[in-house]
């Protein structure tokens, strides 16, 4: 037995698949963050976006070129044009985003770090008081600092995307694949060519997407 649909209900459902959204005009401020906003939700590691796209992110560590004399920061600079001229030169059809946002410094890691070492001490040498007052001294310090978000820096992301075709999950999911595809991609070739200064890239996973977006608002708050 086959189904059979009128015409009026295929261009219903295909209506209710496409991607109709236009970004309204900004309207003196009154509009929520949502209505302001073109996403619309995360699927895996990623922005699904109300006009059809899905987006990922790549973070990039940063390169101090102030240890650098003139003609290594000249290197730098034509190595990272390489990398522009290679992915998105004459004949790619592509669009990278790159954004440098100033976000609070993350001290987990190192404060874990100190912790580790205050409870050795405290249960395997508690006569060195002198080191264990002076490590608790340090954790109180540094997650006062962590927690006033007092110190910044800043980040490198570089944003990618891919068109997703309707709403379907079928098209969510092919989506989602061409673009792990593409970061990685992208991973390689920012790597590859600024190899020479230890240069790493990873890919931004939901959590971290999520800490952006909140910092992009107000960091503080």
């Known amino acids: ?14 209506t209710k698949l496409d991607w109709t959204y ?4 900004i309207n003196g401020g009154k509009q929520t963050i949502d209505d302001m906003s073109l996403i619309v ?12 796209n899905l987006v990922g992110l790549l973070r990039v560590s940063g390169i101090n070129l102030d240890l650098l004399n003139d003609t290594e920061q000249e290197d730098v600079f034509k190595s990272y044009n390489s990398f ?6 004459d004949g790619v059809n592509d669009t990278y985003q790159f954004h440098e ?3 609070p410094v993350d001290m987990t890691p190192y404060l874990n770090g100190l912790k580790r070492k205050y409870l050795y001490l405290k249960e395997k040498s508690p ?11 340090y954790i ?6 962590q927690n006033a978000k007092n110190m910044t820096t800043k980040q490198h992301l570089v944003i990618l995307k891919v068109p997703i075709k309707n709403k379907s999950m079928e098209s969510l999911e092919l989506a989602a694949k061409n673009l792990a595809e593409k970061l990685d991609q ?6 590859e060519s600024l190899s020479d200064y230890d240069v790493t890239v990873n890919v931004v996973n939901n959590q971290e997407l999520l800490g952006i977006l909140k910092d992009l608002i107000n960091f503080k708050g």
């Open 127 to 137: 006569e060195q008081s002198f080191k264990i007052q002076l490590l608790a001294s």
């Open 22 to 25: 236009q970004p309204p005009k």
């Open 186 to 191: 992208a991973r390689r070739d920012i790597e």
């Open 140 to 145: 109180d310090h540094f997650t006062k600092i």
């Open 84 to 89: 522009l001229m290679s992915s998105l030169g």
């Open 41 to 52: 939700g995360l699927y895996d590691n990623y922005e699904v976006t109300k006009t059809g």
């Open 101 to 103: 946002p100033t976000v």
């Open 1 to 14: 037995m086959k189904l059979s649909f009128k015409s009026s209900e295929k261009n219903s459902r295909k």
